[in-house]
Every structure is written in C-alpha cells, then in structure tokens.
C-alpha cells in the first residue's frame, strides 16, 4: 500500500520534503538572482565610470579640486586659478625631520608661478589627470569611482614650462629670504637692566640646488617642493652666570688699540640675580631679547663718544733747545723717538726707562757728558734726560697725575727750576698716569735744534694749566784753587765748572676756559745742589790771590748740562714758563759760553 502512495505522490508531480527543510530551495535562488543584479549593476558602474562626460570626484590639477566638472568648465577653473597659485616649499634638515620653513622677520617659503614665468597648459593638466583616473582595469573602475580616491602622480611636467632667467633669480631670492647667520649670545644695557639677546641657529639654502628642483617641475602635481637646508649653530653661547662674569668686572672707558689701530669698546659695571636670568634665558624663543634687572655702572666714555674726540685735542706741550756735542744731540733724537706714538688708555701708567729701554751701543746710543756721582764723564746715553724732562712739562700743562719723578742732582740749563725729571738705567724714571677718561697720545718732534713733545687727548672744558715755581733758597758756589805742578807758572785751568744750588717750590696752576683760576697746588719740591768751581793753578810762581767772582743772588752760571745722567749743553738758556720768573745765567770770567 505504501509503495503505491509513494508512486502517486510522485506523479501528482511533487517529492516529500522531509520534515524542518522546507525554504532551502527559495533561499538559493534569491541570492543566486541578487548576486547576478549586483553583478550587472557594478559592470554597468564600471562602464558609467570608464565613460562619463564629468571629470571624476576627487580629481585635483595644481591643487584645484575638478571632480564632477566637464573638461571644459574644469580647464576654466584651472586657467582662473593660474594668477594665484603658489608652490609651498617645505624644509627638512639633515636627519630628514621637519624644519619650520618661516624666517625670523616672519617670510614664509611660498613661489608664485609667476615669479618663475611658468606657461601652463591647463587643458593639457585636465586630460593627463582625467585620463590618469581612468585608466586601469575595467573591473576595477567602479571601486574607483565610488572611493572618489585622487590618484598619486597627476603631474604632467611636459604641460608647464619655466623662464630660465627668472627661475634662477626668483630660487637665489628664495634661498635668501629662508637662509640667515647663526646669532651668538649677546648682551647690552640701558638704565637698571641688562639685555640678553639669546642665541638662535642658523640656515643655509642651496640656491643652485632650488633652481635645479624647480626646473624638474615634479612639484607639478601638488605643488610642493620637500627641500634640505642646513642648520647653522651659533659660534658662542653664553649662560646667565657667564654673562655675569663677564659684566660684574671693574667699569672701563672705551679704548685705543695702537697695533690695530682700532678703538675698543667700553665694558660696564651689572650685577643681577643670575638663576632669574637664566630662567627668562630659558623661557625665551631664540633670537629674542629679554630684559634682566640688574645694578648698572656705566662708563664715562664708550666706543660711540670716541669717534668724534679720540686725540682731538693738544692738552699740554713743551719746547726745548737741544744743544752740546753731536753725540749728544743724537742721544735726545733716539729716546724722544722712543716715546712718539706712544698711546695710553684711561688708567695706564708710562714708565720713561721701560718704554726708552736701557740705552745701549747696540741700539744707537753714543758717549756724552753726562754726571756720575757729581762728576763730568762721558757716558753711553748722555743727554736723555733732556726728553725726559721735555716730557714732565708737557704732563704737567696737560694736567695729568705725576707718579714717579726726581729733580736733578744740579739744575739744568734747557729748562726752567723745577720742570725737570731726571732719569737713568736701573735709578730714578719718570711715571706718570693717565688720569683722563679718554686714550691719550705722545707726540715727539725734533726740528731745527728744538725738541717739542705734546700730549695728545680730549679736553671737554677748555680747562689749561700754567707752572709757576717759588725759589725757597739758593748756594752760591765758591772757588777752590788746586795747585798743579803740571801747569806752567801762572797758568789756570778750570777743572770743574760750578752750579749754585737752588731749592724750590713748583705749583701747578689750573685755568677755565675763560681764564678765571680754578685751583693752584703744590705739586713737587726740587732741590738742587751747590758745586764748587775748581781751578788748578801752576804752584811754581808766586801771584797775588785770584779774584773770586761772587754771583748775583738768585743768578745760575752753568757750563756743563745738569744731573749726573744728563748733561744738557754749555750755551743753552734756560726755558720759561708762563707764570715763572726767568733765571738769569752769569758766565764768570774764564768759563767757556
């Protein structure tokens, strides 16, 4: 009985489905017939993409978004933009990390097209760019189309063309503007506070090499240039503690530096808290200044003030007659050249014996009469006291401190009682100070038997100084006779010439512009000794005394030069000084003029 129900049921056309497995069938076939539809719908995509009129979503040319244009509203927009359009050029450094492409005074990297003289074919851009969307396999052209993904590489260099000239200026232009000096550390002041200006590197564009990248117009596509520079650092930085150091010193004026013939700046006076310095230091950006509060000492003079008054002035000057042998003629010439040009800084001191030397043979010097231990000799050097004392009195109308001077043993002839500094190898030396704020400068001449020496300098007041000397006593000589059985009978020679001993005040005497007296001071006490005049006499024959010739009171009869280092010359007269009263010279009888 089963078999036969089995046999109808199939012929009624229908086979049992077993039992739980009824909607199998219809499931199948609905996704069977959803995957043909899908199918056909993304080929029919693919062949919409592949020939669409609109330029694809997502398309740019020279940075220019052309997505859903036709070409020929797409070559438009790109034409319109041309003016406009700039390349960006981005910087990295050696380490291949990025640089901030703005300079300090803010320029940023941007090139105009038209700077380069570019000639762009837009509609030539538009194709290579539609065409470059497009291409591809025709299965994989609705993915494309519907990720809207702008394809990499659109730019067409063949569709831009650059002016050589103007590429090659507008690249030297740009590599400047992105290219500057490292900046060290430096500092400066102004009224209770020091200014930092912290240190900041530098960088260095290759212009040549900019040139050739805008030439390759690879930057066509997105126009942007990735470019290497050089980072520059600063040759010195300095920390808060050692600007410090080098500002809490002692306050100098501004300088001059004879060997480079230069003047040198100033150094102030700051103290400050140096970790708050060093915190502002450190907050700060590079390159920029920021202001320390801080205790300022500031100089006189500086470097500025220099310009205009550096050795503008005559502060002092003296003139001597320079007379006696030639030898020692030469000897004044060779030390008084020793001393020309000499330049002293606020504050130096100027030792005669150091800068002169020792005077030597080897150097020129030549024997002249000079006294050693109240003897005539001749002796290497005689006669350089002469610029030593010419200079004493340039210094002292100048006005300058005097630290170190000794009168001579007798008084001498080429200058007036107590201007006189005498001076020899390893005794006394002449010092004196610059006690000006500004550099001053020695000045020697030799001309027509006379020795001048003028000092140099800044004189702001018009303030001048006149000597004036106060005779407190006088020695007079006396004769002594020697008998000489060497001499004939009545025969007289004089074996030493004498010197009336002198002691003295001298006074300096300061003057305004104007002429009022502003001060007068003691300045030194000079005390000269007595010498006796001794002639030898032939014993043989009897004669009545010789006569004694007495000098005058307050007369000078010289024959030889003064000091034992420096023996002047036989004929000279004695200088005068503006205020002194001149001495008189007396020959006695006998004594050579």
Same mark, same amino acid.
């Given at each position: 009985?089963?078999?036969?129900?089995?046999?109808?049921?199939?012929?009624?056309?229908?086979?049992?489905?077993?039992?739980?497995?009824?909607?199998?069938?219809?499931?199948?076939?609905?996704?069977?017939?959803?995957?043909?539809?899908?199918?056909?719908?993304?080929?029919?995509?693919?062949?919409?993409?592949?020939?669409?009129?609109?330029?694809?979503?997502?398309?740019?040319?020279?940075?220019?978004?052309?997505?859903?244009?036709?070409?020929?509203?797409?070559?438009?927009?790109?034409?319109?933009?041309?003016?406009?359009?700039?390349?960006?050029?981005?910087?990295?450094?050696?380490?291949?990390?990025?640089?901030?492409?703005?300079?300090?005074?803010?320029?940023?990297?941007?090139?105009?097209?038209?700077?380069?003289?570019?000639?762009?074919?837009?509609?030539?851009?538009?194709?290579?760019?539609?065409?470059?969307?497009?291409?591809?396999?025709?299965?994989?052209?609705?993915?494309?189309?519907?990720?809207?993904?702008?394809?990499?590489?659109?730019?067409?260099?063949? =569709?831009?063309? %650059?002016?050589? @000239?103007?590429?090659?200026?507008?690249?030297? !232009? *740009? /590599?400047?503007?992105?290219?500057? $000096? &490292?900046?060290?550390?430096?500092?400066?002041?102004?009224?209770?506070?020091?200014?930092?200006?912290?240190?900041?590197?530098?960088?260095?564009?290759?212009?040549?090499?900019?040139?050739?990248?805008?030439?390759?117009?690879?930057?066509?596509?997105?126009?942007?240039?990735?470019?290497?520079?050089?980072?520059?650092?600063?040759?010195?930085?300095?920390?808060?503690?050692?600007?410090?150091?080098?500002?809490?010193?002692?306050?100098?004026?501004?300088?001059?530096?004879?060997?480079?013939?230069?003047?040198?700046?100033?150094?102030?006076?700051?103290?400050?808290?140096?970790?708050? =310095?060093?915190? %502002?230091?450190? @907050?700060?950006?590079?390159?920029?200044?920021? !202001? *320390? /509060?801080?205790?300022?000492?500031? $100089? &006189?003079?500086?470097?500025?003030?220099?310009?205009?008054?550096?050795?503008?002035?005559?502060?002092?000057?003296?003139?001597?007659?320079?007379?006696?042998?030639?030898?020692?003629?030469?000897?004044?010439?060779?030390?008084?050249?020793?001393?020309?040009?000499?330049?002293?800084?606020?504050?130096?001191?100027?030792?005669?014996?150091?800068?002169?030397?020792?005077?030597?043979?080897?150097?020129?010097?030549?024997?002249?009469?000079?006294?050693?231990?109240?003897?005539?000799?001749?002796?290497?050097?005689?006669?350089?006291?002469?610029?030593?004392?010419?200079?004493?009195?340039?210094?002292?109308?100048?006005?300058?401190?005097?630290?170190?001077?000794?009168?001579? !043993?007798?008084?001498?002839?080429?200058?007036?009682?107590?201007?006189?500094?005498?001076?020899?190898?390893?005794?006394?030396?002449?010092?004196?100070?610059?006690?000006?704020?500004?550099?001053?400068?020695?000045?020697?001449?030799?001309?027509?038997?006379?020795?001048?020496?003028?000092?140099?300098?800044?004189?702001?007041?018009?303030?001048?100084?006149?000597?004036?000397?106060?005779?407190?006593?006088?020695?007079?000589?006396?004769?002594?006779?020697?008998?000489?059985?060497?001499?004939?009978?009545?025969?007289?020679?004089?074996?030493?010439?004498?010197?009336?001993?002198?002691?003295?005040?001298?006074?300096?005497?300061?003057?305004?512009?104007?002429?009022?007296?502003?001060?007068?001071?003691?300045?030194?006490?000079?005390?000269?000794?007595?010498?006796?005049?001794?002639?030898?006499?032939?014993?043989?024959?009897?004669?009545?005394?010789?006569?004694?010739?007495?000098?005058?009171?307050?007369?000078?009869?010289?024959?030889?030069?003064?000091?034992?280092?420096?023996?002047?010359?036989?004929?000279?007269?004695?200088?005068?000084?503006?205020?002194?009263?001149?001495?008189?010279?007396?020959?006695?009888?006998?004594?050579?003029?």
């Amino acid at each position: 009985m089963e078999q036969i129900n089995e046999a109808v049921e199939k012929r009624a056309g229908g086979t049992r489905l077993k039992k739980g497995g009824g909607i199998g069938g219809p499931l199948l076939i609905a996704l069977g017939l959803t995957a043909v539809i899908a199918g056909g719908a993304y080929l029919g995509l693919c062949a919409y993409a592949l020939n669409s009129g609109a330029v694809w979503s997502g398309t740019h040319v020279l940075n220019q978004n052309i997505g859903g244009l036709t070409r020929e509203e797409a070559v438009q927009k790109v034409e319109a933009a041309l003016p406009d359009l700039q390349i960006g050029l981005q910087l990295y450094d050696a380490a291949g990390g990025p640089v901030d492409t703005a300079s300090p005074d803010g320029l940023s990297a941007s090139i105009p097209l038209s700077d380069l003289g570019a000639e762009v074919d837009a509609a030539a851009l538009v194709d290579y760019a539609d065409s470059s969307v497009r291409s591809g396999s025709f299965l994989t052209a609705g993915y494309r189309y519907l990720a809207a993904s702008a394809p990499r590489g659109l730019s067409s260099p063949d =569709a831009v063309r %650059l002016d050589a @000239a103007k590429t090659a200026e507008t690249a030297r !232009r *740009v /590599a400047g503007e992105l290219s500057w $000096p &490292a900046l060290n550390t430096e500092y400066g002041v102004e009224e209770n506070a020091l200014l930092v200006r912290t240190a900041m590197d530098g960088r260095s564009v290759d212009a040549e090499e900019l040139e050739e990248v805008l030439h390759s117009r690879a930057w066509v596509g997105t126009l942007t240039i990735s470019f290497p520079c050089e980072t520059l650092p600063p040759a010195r930085t300095m920390t808060a503690q050692e600007i410090h150091d080098a500002v809490s010193g002692e306050v100098k004026n501004a300088g001059y530096d004879i060997e480079k013939s230069a003047i040198t700046p100033e150094q102030v006076g700051a103290d400050f808290d140096v970790p708050a =310095a060093q915190a %502002l230091m450190d @907050a700060a950006e590079p390159g920029s200044t920021v !202001r *320390v /509060a801080a205790d300022i000492q500031l $100089p &006189a003079v500086t470097a500025e003030d220099l310009e205009e008054l550096l050795f503008r002035d005559v502060l002092g000057e003296a003139r001597t007659h320079v007379s006696g042998t030639a030898a020692r003629i030469s000897n004044v010439k060779l030390a008084s050249a020793a001393f020309n040009g000499v330049v002293l800084n606020s504050g130096d001191v100027f030792s005669y014996n150091e800068t002169v030397g020792q005077r030597t043979a080897a150097k020129g010097y030549k024997p002249a009469p000079a006294y050693v231990q109240g003897e005539t000799v001749d002796e290497i050097g005689g006669g350089v006291c002469q610029p030593s004392s010419t200079l004493y009195l340039a210094c002292l109308r100048a006005n300058l401190e005097i630290t170190e001077r000794y009168a001579h !043993r007798y008084v001498p002839t080429y200058i007036g009682k107590g201007m006189d500094a005498t001076v020899s190898w390893g005794g006394p030396d002449y010092k004196f100070t610059n006690n000006t704020d500004y550099p001053i400068k020695i000045e020697t001449v030799y001309e027509k038997g006379y020795l001048t020496v003028r000092i140099l300098g800044t004189n702001l007041d018009g303030t001048y100084v006149k000597m004036t000397y106060e005779q407190l006593s006088s020695t007079p000589f006396e004769v002594v006779y020697e008998d000489d059985p060497a001499l004939a009978p009545g025969e007289e020679v004089v074996k030493v010439t004498p010197y009336t001993g002198y002691k003295g005040r001298t006074y300096r005497n300061v003057y305004a512009a104007d002429g009022s007296l502003i001060s007068s001071e003691y300045e030194d006490t000079s005390d000269y000794k007595v010498r006796n005049r001794v002639i030898l006499r032939g014993p043989a024959v009897e004669q009545p005394p010789a006569p004694v010739v007495n000098p005058i009171p307050g007369d000078i009869t010289v024959d030889f030069p003064p000091a034992e280092t420096d023996p002047g010359a036989l004929t000279d007269p004695p200088l005068e000084d503006p205020g002194m009263t001149p001495p008189i010279i007396v020959l006695p009888e006998g004594v050579i003029g």
